[in-house]
């Protein structure tokens, strides 16, 4: 077994054995969806979205590709693709960085402190730099629309069920769903 393929192995267990719900596209390690709930004491606090993540063939070498599949409003993220813009992920990824790295502390941080000059979505840019209180509603308004608890399980299931999860798990429902979402991302 090469190099990436192990730690595609290693860094997919740490998510599968972590507290996040990570469900894999046809049995596929290298791409999989995490639930992903918005850092407490932000203004995403309430909201639950699905990320979708994919790796290349020589990760950790080459940065995963991530993005949000159910809308979010934000400078750093791409409303209709989901893209996040995020320097760790594009420009300055190294592979001492994992997955958990990414899913606990990076898209986390990015959420609590957005980098209004350098925006994916220059309205959230503008209402962040200049009205912090019509641009948390606007947070909030997305929320609500795309990213409520029950939003999420109306769109993507509810996966409660897969805490004992193991790779012999069926995963043929997710499969389905996973098909689906990828081409479109979000629209």
């Excluded at 791409?31 to 979205?49: C, I, M, R």
């Excluded at 991530?66 to 934000?74: E, L, S, T, Y």
Aim: proline share 6%; with cysteine.
């Amino acid at each position: 077994m090469n190099n990436s393929k192990r730690r595609i192995e290693t860094d997919v267990m740490k998510l599968l054995m972590s507290d996040h719900k990570v469900t894999l596209v046809n049995d596929n390690m290298q791409e999989f969806h995490v639930k992903f709930h918005g850092p407490k004491d932000t203004p995403y606090e309430h909201g639950v979205w699905r990320l979708h993540v994919e790796l290349p063939d020589n990760y950790p070498y080459k940065s995963p590709s991530i993005g949000f599949v159910n809308k979010i409003f934000h400078p750093n993220i791409d409303v209709a693709s989901g893209s996040i813009c995020l320097d760790v992920i594009n420009s300055t990824w190294s592979p001492l960085y994992d997955l958990i790295n990414i899913v606990e502390w990076m898209i986390p941080g990015l959420l609590k402190e957005p980098n209004g000059s350098d925006p994916l979505n220059n309205e959230a840019a503008t209402l962040q730099l200049r009205d912090k209180v019509l641009y948390e509603q606007k947070i909030k308004e997305y929320i609500d629309k795309y990213a409520t608890p029950e939003k999420y399980d109306s769109m993507f299931g509810n996966d409660e069920n897969e805490d004992d999860e193991d790779e012999d798990t069926d995963l043929s429902d997710d499969d389905e769903l996973g098909r689906k979402e990828k081409p479109k991302m979000m629209n």
